[in-house]
């Protein structure tokens, strides 16, 4: 009996350990907290919600412009967009038709002469994030603009209007959004979602994609659904060989 209250209370403290690290990162435009605990605690940037988050948390962004990179992404934290600043769950967020990425609170990021995100390393399947809910507006500068990888999925997103300017001299090889889906070992392999999104009046200036996606080894795989294309224009500048609204390297999921 002894051993069992005590195998008992170990099972309760660990779940309580557990639970205590999901909880959610708040952001607002205008945040000035330091720890993100509420929407009235909000810190004011994704990048600083990043460093008070760890595996297992959520990130919610209020509606509203950010205009500062989003730092190294961290296994296992998603961020979700589209809230007025009082919801207490994606599902409250509200939206003004069917079209899944038409948030009624806009969490518009715009970030220029850098990119918003330039992951480096795969995540695994168990560690994967998602990113949900955010418009990508106007956004310009000599690089990919979002850069990701094995492990980071895209949902109910828009691109709207990104611009990708060439470099000082020589051809660029750069994407509006790209998906390098390298294994995060030799043995597993990892995947990417793009889903339910919008890319919509973006101009590629360089050598390259609107969207490209690079599954690099046969374990590895990048799913692309109920995504559309209108508007997007890619130049071709002199020296360059490719210019493309999807690019795939490898083999696709679904399309």
């Known amino acids: 009996y002894k051993f069992m209250k005590r195998y008992l209370f170990l099972v309760i403290v660990t779940f309580a350990a557990l639970i205590g690290h999901a909880k959610v990162v708040y952001v607002k435009p205008d945040g000035t907290g330091t720890t993100g605990a509420s929407w009235t605690e909000a810190v004011g940037s994704i ?4 460093k008070n988050a ?8 209020a509606a509203g412009t950010y205009t500062q990179p989003w730092g190294t992404l961290k296994a296992g934290v998603s961020l979700f967009g589209g809230f007025s600043g009082t919801e207490m769950s994606e599902s409250e967020r509200e939206r003004v038709s069917d079209a899944p990425y038409d948030f009624s609170s806009e969490t518009v990021i715009t970030v220029t002469d850098t ?10 399947n168990e560690n994967s994030l998602w990113i949900d809910g955010f418009t990508f507006k106007d956004c310009s500068n000599n690089a990919t603009i979002l850069t990701l990888r094995g492990g980071m999925n895209l949902r109910n997103c828009r691109f709207i209007n990104n611009n990708t300017v ?5 051809v660029g090889t750069n994407n509006i959004v790209f998906f390098n889906v390298s294994a995060v070992s030799d043995e597993a392999g990892t995947s990417a979602t793009v889903v339910d999104c919008l890319f919509d009046g973006n101009r590629n200036q360089q050598n390259q994609n609107i969207l490209g996606v690079n599954p690099v080894t046969d374990n590895n795989k990048v799913v692309i ?3 559309v294309f209108r508007n997007n224009v890619t130049d071709l500048p002199s020296g360059s060989t490719n210019a493309n609204i999807l690019l795939c390297g490898g083999t696709l999921g679904q399309t």
Not at 47 to 50: C, G, H, I, T, Y
């Open 225 to 227: 659904e109920r995504v």
């Open 166 to 170: 060439p470099p000082a001299s020589g």
């Open 54 to 61: 760890q595996a297992g948390d959520v990130i919610y962004v």
């Open 115 to 124: 990119q918003v995100v330039n992951a480096t390393v795969s995540l695994s």
């Open 47 to 50: 990048a600083d919600a990043m």
